[in-house]
């Protein structure tokens, strides 16, 4: 039986570190942090984390708690343009630098969040 890649990199521990280093990017980027302003951050964190776990095979929470993701209208109220878009990469890929996973998993997870980040631009 194949492995998810939830399983490969370690399960929730994992998706918790990423999106900790994430927001802690997102926090101090002029542009991304004034999306958050009246948001809480400690639920955005949550929101996030629980999506990315189950999308790559692990406990289906963030469904039971949130339904569909829908993602592109959860997105609808933000302004996000192609520099939201590459900022947002940029944050998530220096908290996958660091942290240690198989390459092909790497890959994997890099090509995703890619595309998502693609399908969520909705301003020019």
Do not use: C
């Amino acid at each position: 039986m194949e492995r998810t890649l939830f399983e490969l990199v370690g399960g929730e521990e994992f998706f918790l570190k990423l999106v900790d280093g994430f927001y802690q990017g997102i926090e101090t980027d002029e542009v991304l942090s004034l999306m958050y302003q009246g948001h809480d951050l400690v639920q955005a964190r949550r929101h996030l984390a629980l999506f990315l776990q189950q999308y790559w095979g692990g406990p289906t929470t963030y469904q039971s708690e949130r339904g569909h993701p829908r993602l592109r209208m959860r997105h609808m109220p933000f302004v996000i343009n192609a520099d939201a878009r590459d900022r947002w990469l940029d944050h998530m890929q220096a908290s996958l630098a660091q942290l240690e996973m198989p390459v092909h998993a790497r890959e994997e997870l890099w090509n995703y969040l890619v595309a998502a980040a693609n399908s969520l631009v909705n301003s020019e």
